[in-house]
């Protein structure tokens, strides 16, 4: 089954990109949603198969490829991947319905965004080393073409940018990960042969910080993440949806996958390193954002910020902050799909994404009163406003980071602050105010183009309101991953919480929900 979100994917790319005539673009957005719908069929049946008590790898594939090369057809998924793949059959689906009737290269465009699918699916399934990076690079030209084709004014120097940043970050991780088979003297490149126990303390370091590294470019953490806001701003909001929400997941999902559970000691001991980038990152995001004057690059920077708090949950290593982070990556992807695609309906209706000149959408009758209210929703969220997702992500990051990482974990909370600061300069200059009396007659938004973000939103609120409906599938994985850490660590965890519950208990605690039913 799971060979079949590898290749209906990429057989959908095929079909679109090679239809014989002129085919209009409803026709192929019609064919490419198709395609999309069945990915997400899949994914969810999948789901109501999970095994949510077993934290090891479910619904397996194997198949020899190239031995020699220690190369094989090797898929897998548990509760860290499960999630993401959901996330990317969901996003691919809405960005495709999504997309307007007057698109250039229709065929072209449709094909590259299922390719991007089933690239970020074999990534997220690979259990062989090598197929890893195979996926992981098999990105770059899709994003690469969505920038330079379908971008703004400076889409060829974005693209060029994101181009050299993420290749090199492949070149990284297959350096690193060549470094672990060899040294090691395994001929198999599949994960559960692969172990690092036996190299040398200091090769361990050497190894996992060129992997750091590479991964770092793609999440992107500061100072690694330059090419992050011309990319995102440069792009389509489309292609920006597909690269926050997605592309930039392989980089966290490969953080805690490769990082965390591949090098455990060592990783204990960079861990206090890791959590200052992950609070830098944080902080950096959230005070350039506040700076910004264009809607897009401030949500772009945002980005970067929430990024940050993914890797402090993954430097602490408990396991309320572990599966924290697996929330905190499904519903940063969520948020910023939501925010690109309304920042998206602004611009093509009011022509313009500046916030000195963005005033009064919020108006019933000649603004744009839905996509505002839901703009108003999806800043609430990425604040963390309890009640909606992106609360109890921040909230297990933040109680089971601060026992390990007390200041940075402050500072964090500090930054989530000014997350809700930024966003009401957004929200009080763009959707309240006056209308301009002369100019401000914009085409109404219909249900239809409101309708990928509605979808967002009410999970956005109900993954907020039920957060066991989130984390139960990550539980046992993150669990077991925890487990693998050195002794002292889960002994000093075990100091500060001698009593503590699983995620799950937390998150369905009435008191962190005070409208929830059954308070």
Same mark, same amino acid.
């Given at each position: ?13 095929? $079909? ?21 719908? /069945? ?45 993401? &793949? ?36 074999? /990534? ?146 960079? !861990?206090?390193?890791? !959590? ?73 209706? $009011? ?133 693998? &850490? ?34």
């Amino acid at each position: 089954m799971l060979s079949a979100l590898l290749w209906l994917p990429a057989l959908g790319a095929a $079909v679109v990109g090679f239809l014989p005539g002129n085919i209009n673009g409803m026709r192929l957005r019609s064919i490419a949603s198709a395609f999309a719908s /069945a990915i997400f069929i899949v994914n969810i049946w999948l789901l109501t198969q999970f095994d949510t008590a077993n934290s090891g790898l479910q619904f397996q594939e194997y198949l020899p490829w190239i031995p020699q090369l220690g190369l094989s057809y090797n898929l897998g998924i548990d509760g860290l991947s499960l999630p993401l &793949l959901v996330l990317s059959a969901l996003l691919t689906l809405l960005v495709i319905y999504g997309t307007g009737e007057k698109m250039e290269r229709p065929q072209l465009y449709y094909a590259l965004i299922l390719l991007i699918n089933a690239g970020v699916a074999g /990534a997220l399934m690979s259990q062989n080393l090598l197929l890893f990076v195979l996926f992981y690079e098999v990105e770059l030209i899709p994003f690469y073409l969505l920038i330079a084709i379908w971008g703004g004014k400076q889409r060829e120097y974005a693209a060029m940018k994101f181009l050299i940043y993420t290749a090199v970050s492949g070149l990284l991780v297959l350096a690193a990960f060549l470094g672990v088979a060899w040294l090691s003297g395994s001929l198999n490149f599949d994960y559960s042969a692969i172990t690092t126990q036996v190299l040398p303390r200091n090769v361990q370091l050497i190894l996992l910080t060129i992997l750091l590294i590479g991964l770092g470019i793609k999440i992107p953490l500061v100072p690694l993440h330059t090419w992050l806001p011309d990319a995102y701003v440069e792009a389509s909001p489309a292609t920006a949806i597909l690269l926050g929400g997605i592309l930039a997941k392989l980089g966290t999902y490969g953080l805690v996958r490769f990082g965390l559970q591949m090098f455990p000691e060592t990783w204990s001991i960079i !861990a206090p390193g890791l !959590a200052i980038i992950g609070t830098v990152s944080v902080m950096y995001g959230a005070l350039s954002a506040i700076a910004q004057k264009d809607i897009k690059r401030m949500v772009a920077y945002s980005s970067i910020g929430h990024m940050g708090y993914i890797l402090v949950a993954c430097a602490a290593g408990t396991k309320l902050a572990l599966i924290g982070a697996v929330g905190q990556m499904v519903s940063h992807g969520l948020i910023l799909a939501l925010l690109f695609y309304l920042v998206g309906i602004i611009e093509t209706k $009011v022509g313009t994404r500046d916030l000195d000149v963005l005033n009064g959408l919020m108006n019933p009758m000649r603004g744009l009163p839905t996509a505002s209210s839901l703009l108003v929703l999806g800043g609430m969220a990425s604040a963390g406003i309890p009640g909606l997702v992106g609360f109890i992500a921040e909230f297990l990051v933040f109680q089971g980071s601060f026992s390990i990482f007390p200041i940075p974990t402050l500072l964090c909370i500090l930054a989530s602050g000014l997350t809700a600061v930024y966003f009401v300069i957004l929200l009080n200059r763009t959707c309240f105010g006056k209308l301009d009396n002369a100019t401000a007659y914009y085409p109404p938004v219909t249900f239809a183009e409101n309708m990928p973000a509605l979808v967002l939103a009410g999970i956005i609120f109900v993954l907020g309101i039920q957060p066991a409906w989130l984390l139960k599938w990550s539980e046992s994985t993150t669990n077991a991953i925890v487990a693998t &850490l050195p002794a002292d660590r889960n002994a000093q965890v075990a100091i500060s919480y001698p009593l503590e519950r699983s995620a799950l208990e937390i998150a369905s605690t009435p008191r962190l929900f005070p409208g929830q039913l059954g308070d």
